[in-house]
């Protein structure tokens, strides 16, 4: 999930980036058998998903959801924000391998906060140079 911090319709070529693996061994419409393990290996989905944050103003519910790195070896790159209580699928997100990820230097910025309504507080910020979202009950910016 990417944030966009402008109150328009997001350009997913100008406004966020992504992490792309080429398989030079596929066909066309097909993996091969190396991407399949590559992936697995080097980019695991996470083991579950815990629900970090949720609301239910006007009808619209919104839930949160942090991915849990398979092991210590692993960072949930991202959340997953969704309209039910049930957790997202596992492969809605994958993980990185701690030893290949830098701190990032990027202050977070604020996009949403919900002060001055009621229910749990929340907000959601863009955290890094891949604007992607990171949303905390409260409304003190992310560490």
């Not at 697995?40 to 944050?53: I, S």
């Not at 519910?61 to 210590?72: I, R």
């Not at 830098?102 to 955290?127: A, Y």
Request: proline share 10%; glycine share 8%.
């Amino acid at each position: 999930c990417y944030a966009n911090n402008e109150y328009r319709h997001p350009r997913p070529a100008a406004n966020c980036c992504t992490i792309q693996i080429k398989d030079g061994g596929a066909s066309f419409g097909s993996q091969s058998q190396v991407t399949f393990s590559g992936q697995a290996k080097h980019f695991p989905h996470p083991k579950r998903f815990h629900q970090v944050w949720s609301s239910n103003r006007k009808g619209k519910p919104v839930y949160a959801w942090e991915g849990v790195p398979p092991s210590k070896d692993f960072v949930a790159i991202g959340m997953v924000v969704t309209s039910t209580d049930t957790p997202p699928p596992l492969d809605s997100l994958c993980c990185a391998p701690r030893r290949a990820l830098k701190e990032s230097s990027f202050k977070p910025k604020l996009v949403w906060t919900d002060k001055g309504s009621t229910g749990r507080p929340g907000s959601c910020w863009i955290v890094n140079e891949l604007k992607l979202v990171h949303i905390v009950q409260g409304h003190d910016q992310p560490k």
